[in-house]
């Protein structure tokens, strides 16, 4: 596969020509105003909601998007909750709510990237976004009339009430988010084995490698690009990052 001479950027990875951050952030800001007006309650939002993001965004930055873009770029969203929600359950990564910032181990970065290529969207940081689409996915999407209480695992916050999902949706969830339930969580690693003295030393907020998949922007085929170098844990985040639950 062809090898790009510079290390991809996250915008790269979750924006393009005509979805760009503005447009994104915008749809994801309609998409709360829908909520909140009580248009989109629970479920996947109906398509009078995804015409009225639509025409807003036409509206506010003159860009014209069909219904059919919009609601791929909501399954776009629904992506990226699935695969930043999966990485924070991974054993030995780790998130600074303040800075944003992950960190892990070269061997945990090995496996998340060989895992999900998409990814190495998340190698320097977590989703721009992640309150809103915590809320969307683990609170709205999954939740009906007739839910019960079920805790947030994704959540990267000790202080978030449980989201109320219906349990039923768990076992029919689509095969893009069977990563996010099915994936293992701190307490099934290493069974039968105790807990390992952590070496904060040999952390990175990206792997060291020489080479990793890089997802093409728009989330397309895998191309290898070269890591970036070594970067260790802000001293600020050290002791108050959201470490996986055990």
């Known amino acids: 596969m062809p090898r790009l001479s510079a290390a991809i950027t996250q915008e790269e990875c979750l924006y393009d020509d005509r979805w760009t951050k503005e447009a994104d952030n915008l749809f994801i800001d309609l998409l709360m105003e829908a909520n909140s007006v009580g248009d989109w309650k629970y479920g996947r939002p109906a398509?009078?909601?995804?015409?009225?993001?639509?025409?807003?965004?036409?509206?506010?930055?003159?860009?014209?998007?069909?219904?059919?873009?919009?609601?791929?770029?909501?399954?776009?969203?629904?992506?990226?909750?699935?695969?930043?929600?999966?990485?924070?359950?991974?054993?030995?990564?780790?998130?600074?709510?303040?800075?944003?910032?992950?960190?892990?181990?070269?061997?945990?970065?090995d496996d998340i990237f060989e895992s999900n290529s998409f990814s190495v969207a998340y190698q320097h940081c977590g989703d721009p976004r992640w309150n809103e689409l915590k809320f969307f996915f683990s609170s709205i999407y999954l939740a009906s009339s007739d839910c019960a209480i079920f805790p947030d695992f994704h959540s990267t916050n000790e202080h978030v009430v449980p989201a109320l999902i219906d349990t039923s949706d768990l076992l029919s969830e689509p095969s893009n988010n069977n990563v996010v339930i099915q994936c293992p969580t701190a307490n099934s690693f290493n069974r039968g084995m105790g807990p390992r003295e952590r070496d904060v030393s040999s952390e990175c907020s990206v792997n060291t490698q020489s080479h990793f998949l890089n997802p093409t922007r728009g989330s397309l085929t895998p191309m290898r690009i070269p890591r970036p170098p070594r970067k260790s844990a802000p001293s600020s985040c050290k002791g108050s990052s959201s470490d996986p639950r055990i």
Request: net charge positive; with cysteine; hydrophobic share 45%.
């Open 47 to 109: 398509n009078s909601v995804f015409d009225y993001c639509r025409l807003g965004i036409k509206a506010a930055l003159d860009l014209n998007f069909s219904l059919c873009d919009v609601e791929l770029r909501f399954d776009f969203l629904h992506k990226r909750y699935s695969v930043f929600s999966w990485m924070l359950r991974k054993h030995g990564l780790r998130h600074c709510v303040k800075s944003n910032v992950l960190t892990a181990p070269v061997a945990v970065w």
